[in-house]
């Protein structure tokens, strides 16, 4: 790579000419009319660009991908149904609510959205966000009054006013979280969600949800708390009120579950034999409900349902903004993490399908769902994994299927939902819990984190800790603050080392890590793993001294170059001495071409370190920072104390440059 002969040292070094700009900047005045002219192009643009579906509605296929969509819509459809009335339990608003929210958002996705393949309709982890602000503005407390009779007087819970108070609290709460994402484009905020953390916080999500749904599998009363240690609090009062179990409520929790795992692993089993899953939610729903209805499991055994099922739309209204203060930083928290898993998802299938998911576009989409879904008493909503799987499995190639999932929604809406009344609320906990059980093996990060990397593992775990402890709102800002320390700390402790060529290879490694790793005669090659910035400047000039060894290159000066020199030369200091060995050729004005440098004095300058190759390394990037000629040295090196770390100057070899398989290297 570096060949050397007993008269000088040649480097091939590859040029290009100085980028130039291709014209000249355009005046701030002109591109400000340039942007504010209305032509008919660029109205149309920005409308193909605002509505996606007129760009790709036109030339949908109906022959090749119309039955499939059908197929995966109805399959979506009937999960959405007993889902939605279930996570509605979790956002605390009456079932009803659910089957609005799986009905209008979706629509508004379906005109504006860019992923074909995303389910979007409820989802577990932030119906049980928003149910945490529900019970916190809307307690049972507040709502207890008594009822008089003839001979004394009990308190009891107004459960329609409070419920109407909750829908107040949900729908304000998506109204301002589809603001925060649609208008304000909160949701850059996203960037800093690394994967551990939020594997780690919907994992902690889990087991909110799990802690909340418990008392509708044991059929006991026990109150919500909120803040900090409130699920501790919850799970104590759980085990207090055991002995008070409800033992049908509890029979109907256990024979729902068992047969649900099992018909779920009878679904995976034959998943490659048949296209179409077996509805084992909805058939669950179905007989749950006649077998209530015929038994009286209410009146007899005391068992808790659905209760009434308004049959129709709901009119739209204003939300109330009395509470907007009281809301406005949990619509933030809403916002980021219905946003952050929707994007990834889509991403995820755009990969897999080969399109482009728009991430812009999105963060519009999906803030147009939530704030036109404010306005019909919806709940928030985000893309459901298991839905999207399953619209993807069965067929699904465009958001119609989707459209054809609503139609089965608005069909139970209009006629058939009042049917649900007598459903029992632990036949929709036991789907909930069951549908928990992909959150919960993400329980075997700990394991994969502790092999690949312990700064994710303790992302994870920290996560997963300040979110149960400290509730889902305290712990998600808890968790992207700690995310953001490690990375200032990974700045702060980076490793350094000087790499060595393993021998005939292009292969470099730590030369105190690989003893077949040897330095390259006259060049140093110095890494860190972490970029420059102001914070660590200073520990990197410390580590770069350390290692290029400065008494090293006070003997080579002291020592090996009187030997060399002629005494027919003239007498340098070290800093001339430097300057002193000219370039024998200029590098040529030709772009896009190698030429050999030569120097001259060989026999001196191969006593010196000619060149310091600094290199800064993360994973799957590369950063080529500085090739540093001896005269670039900062002087402070070999004068310690004399002056501060100057600049590193780059010799401009390379703008930039692209290597294939890695991200794009700026200098």
Known sequence: MYPLDTNCLQIQIFCIEPLSPTSAQTAPKQNFLSSSRCSQSKAKSLLFRFIPILVWIPKYPYKDWLLNDIISGLSVGIMQLPQSMAYALLAGVPPAFGLYTAFYPVLIYFTFGTSRHVSIGTFAVL?????????????????????????????????????????????????????????????????????????????????????????????????????????????????????????????????????????????????????????????????????????????????????????????????????????????FAVAIVGYGITISLGKIFGLKHGYQVDSNQELIALGLSNFVGGFFQCFGVSCSMSRSLVQESTGGQTQLASVVSCILILVVILEIGSLFSALPKAVLASIIIINLQGMFKQFRDICHFWKTNKVDLMIWVVTLLSTVLLGMDIGLAASVGFALLTVIFQTQLPTYSILGQVPMTDIYRDITKFDTAKEISGIKIFQSTATIYFANAELYEEALKKKVRREVLFACFNHRIKKTMSPHLPSVSFNNFLNWCPWVTDPPASANSFSLFT?????????????????????????????????????????????????????????????????????
């Open 599 to 667: 120097l001259s004095n060989p026999l001196i300058i191969l006593k010196l370190i000619l060149s310091l190759l600094l290199t800064f390394s993360a994973p799957r990037r590369i950063i080529l920072a500085s090739l540093i000629p001896p005269h670039k040295v900062p002087h402070s090196w070999y004068h310690p104390g004399k002056s501060p770390l100057h600049p590193l100057k780059c010799l401009d070899i390379l703008p930039k440059v692209q290597c294939p398989g890695l991200n794009t290297v700026s200098r």
């Open 127 to 331: 119906s049980v966000m928003i149910g945490t602000v529900t019970e916190r503005l809307a307690p049972d407390g507040d709502f207890v009054i008594s009822s008089d009779n003839s001979t004394n007087a009990t308190l009891v819970i107004d459960i329609a006013a409070r419920d109407l108070m909750r829908v107040k609290v949900a729908t304000l709460l998506t109204f301002f979280s589809g603001i925060v994402l649609g208008l304000i484009k909160f949701g850059f905020v996203v960037t800093y969600l690394s994967d551990p953390l939020v594997r780690g916080y919907t994992t902690a999500a889990a087991i909110h949800v799990l802690i909340s749904q418990l008392k509708y599998v044991f059929g006991i009363n026990i109150p919500r708390y909120n803040g900090p240690l409130s699920l501790i609090y919850s799970a104590i009062d759980i085990c207090k009120a055991l002995p008070l179990t409800n033992i049908a409520t509890l029979v109907i929790s256990i024979i729902v579950m068992v047969t649900l795992y099992a018909l779920k692993l009878l679904n995976d089993y034959i998943k490659s034999k048949s296209p179409l899953p077996i509805p084992i939610e909805l058939l669950e729903v179905v007989i749950a409900t006649v077998v209530s209805a015929n038994c009286n499991l209410t009146g007899k055994y005391g068992v808790d349902v659905v209760g009434s099922i308004p049959k129709g739309l709901q009119a739209p209204v204003l939300p109330e903004f009395e509470m907007s203060s009281s809301i406005i930083g949990d619509a």
